[in-house]
């Protein structure tokens, strides 16, 4: 027997033993992407400008503020996403505030004086292309999290395209589209704010300010009034929120004293700090609870609060699930609009499965006719060796838990085409050896030797591509990239070390100076 055949018959039995192992059973191991499960597609948009925008008008504020706590009043507006004015900077206070505004905005905005006390504070063209990035990086992130939070399996959030402001949004098995885009695409801005007056009319909460809302102040619907509506209930609400939904460290639903749905949160160690020097400050003041710019509820002050809060309101259960799901992924930095969905339905992934499988067997046995028909018996070590080279590669995959699409059967279809192509370099170099008139064992010890290099260096240039498409491809040319890496690998496994030992294997069992049938 020839040396070591023992111990590499024990690699190959338990490496096959592993596989099947990893990817048994398969309807439970081996993941299916959107392509062969179903579920929903989506190619969102994010509208870079809100945030920008939301900047600006922090910045603003901010500065409005500061200039206020130094006894400058000025007014501020809001010229577009990028660019707010300031007016009415008292010639003697000119320079106080340029060395205050330096502080508070030359590291993002240039300042360009207009005359008679005006300012155009511009963001940096630098700072504008790296705030929309993040912003796409934000909300990316959050749609993660919350998809993630649905129990999709194996879930595709990614950029898309090429004007850098798309998400690509795969969700394998999602049946249910309608909530799946109101959780993705629900802006969930949670703010608490101190209620100045209401609830009441519109006319009649503007009355005492000539029609007009103060500058430090919102006009805010609550949940009766319809969106944009200027009829209904309405509150008047400090501007700057006492916390927000950053502040939150968790959320659940649970239920108010009427043991109706509801969501309580809790809040990080700053959120409560500030919350709680507020609450104490204010007794008997109402706090308006306001989700995505409307008054869920407007409960009385009765004592301080530190770290625990509820939202109540007319909420199902299903409402406040989504909603404590939301609040607990954090609010979208933008909003999303929806350029492109398709939804795949489970038949249409069932019957690709079974088209991608049948293609398989079929150029499988294809194969193993020719490499009979060619090679006589030799044809069944190479049908062998391939046979196993999918059944590694299912493995792999399934250990890995990396996640099977129809491009990703056609990697298949290729990794039978690259066995082929080893176990014919391999045979035609044993075939030239025999031609040397070289005994079968010392011709099939130096084919394989002679062919080693050029097999592993076909492979590593392989490899080298498939790790290119999947870093820089999408979601069907990653599907493909991922099997033909995989491929690759176990291909190498299974022609040089799996073939040889069966070659030796063979050999073993028959006497010295026996020819070899290739």
Known sequence: MYKNLRWKLLVVLAVTALAVWSFSPPSQKIKLGLDLKGGLHLVLGVQTDDALKLETDTTAAQLQSALKDESVTVTTKTIDPTSFEVDGVPAASDQAFRTLADSQTSGSYDRDARGGGAYVFKMKPNIVVQRRAETVTQAIQTIERRVNELGVSEPVVMPYGARNDQIIVQLPGMSDVARAKEIIGKTAVLELKLVQAGPADRATLLAPYGGQVPADMDLVPDTSTAPGSTTGSFYLLQHVPVITGRDLRSARTTTDQYNAPAVSFTLNSDGAARFGRATASNIGR?????????????????????TDGQITGRFTQQEAS??????????????????EQQEVGPSLGADSIRAGILASLIGLA?????????????????FVSIALNLVILLGFMSYLGAVMTLPGIAGFILTIGMGVDSNVLIFERIREE??????????????????????????????????FLFQFGTGPIRG????????????????????????ELELSKRRAGAAVSI
């Open 366 to 382: 294809l194969v193993t006719a020719f490499m009979l028909t060619y090679y006589k018996l030799s044809g069944l070590n190479a």
């Open 480 to 503: 493909f990239a991922t099997t033909l890496f995989f491929g690759l690998i176990s291909n190498v496994f299974t022609s040089v070390f799996v073939s040889r030992a069966l070659f």
């Open 322 to 339: 989504d909603l404590s799901l939301v609040l607990r992924s954090g609010s979208l930095p933008a909003s999303l609009t929806y350029e």
């Open 434 to 467: 025999l031609e040397a008139n070289k005994g079968a064992r010392q011709a099939i010890a130096a084919g394989f030797d002679r062919v080693f290099i050029t097999i592993v260096d076909t492979h590593v240039s392989s490899l080298i591509a498939a790790g």
């Open 286 to 306: 109402g706090l308006a609870i306001v989700l995505d710019n409307q008054v869920m509820s407007a409960p009385r002050i009765d004592g301080a609060i530190t």
